[in-house]
């Protein structure tokens, strides 16, 4: 099946300090990918849609302005964490849409530690 | 609103038994239905999906059959193996026939099959 990546795999930071988290298709164009944050033991919550060359459709709760989304290219999208606080620290999956296969394909995602 | 209700785990279950995890829905259009599966550590995969009722999505010898009349998309395998021993998230997408806008999932169920 399709591949999408995530990197880092892991990340430690410091209170106060912004995270960028990289979700790519790998052998696909994906214009649409979703945002993802999972608690432990708990199901995924969508935090916004990315979609290329465009704004990010963020879900209600989510804070734009700490979650910056950029769609830049058909294989890229980015999620950066802005002034990180402990609470922050989660398990962020993104998800690409292959639209030929009308499927989603998951990362394997991030877990971020916020010191 | 749309929803996703999943039973309640964990599932345990011995190896070669027969697996059935319930799944309903709650949706206003035509949903596509789908099973994902989480290793522990690991991103989502998509294990099987259905696009319309009475379709039975399978793989890896799951199944589940989309039943429109009792709004259903129970996951079932005759026999598992530890090697099965995952979190199992059932979802669903509104767009007729796709599965390329945002889905939304239950909130899984974890399967440990002892040896």
């Known amino acids: 099946g399709a591949v999408v990546s995530q990197h880092p795999s892991r990340v430690i930071c410091k209170s106060g300090t912004s995270v960028k988290i990289e979700c790519r298709s790998l052998?696909?164009?994906?214009?649409?990918m979703f945002w993802y944050r999972q608690f432990p033991k708990q199901s995924l919550m969508l935090m916004a849609t990315s979609n290329e060359g465009s704004k990010a459709t963020y879900e209600q709760g989510v804070e734009k302005d700490k979650f910056l989304i950029n769609h830049a290219s058909l294989t890229l999208s980015t999620l950066t964490v802005t002034s990180a606080h402990p609470e922050d620290s989660s398990f962020y999956i993104c998800?690409?849409?292959?639209?030929?296969?009308?499927?989603?394909?998951f990362g394997p995602g991030t877990r971020l530690l916020v010191l | 609103g749309d929803s996703v209700t999943q039973m309640e785990g964990p599932v345990t279950l011995s190896e070669e038994a027969f697996l059935t995890i319930n799944c309903t829905y709650t949706a206003t259009g035509y949903p596509s239905l789908f099973w994902y599966v989480q290793y522990p550590g690991e991103g989502l995969q998509l294990l099987l999906k259905?696009?319309?009722?009475?379709d039975k999505g399978s793989n890896k010898g799951f199944e589940a059959t989309y039943r429109k009349e009792t709004t259903s998309f129970h996951l079932e395998k005759g026999s598992v193996q530890v090697s099965d021993s995952a979190v199992y998230f059932c979802?669903?997408?509104?767009?007729?026939?796709?599965?390329?806008?945002?889905?939304?999932f239950g909130t899984g169920t974890l399967l440990a099959v002892q040896p």
């Open positions: 979802a669903l997408d509104t767009l007729l026939g796709g599965a390329t806008n945002k889905l939304i």
């Open positions: 259905a696009t319309k009722a009475d």
């Open positions: 052998d696909f164009q994906a214009t649409t």
């Open positions: 998800s690409a849409a292959d639209r030929a296969q009308e499927t989603q394909y």
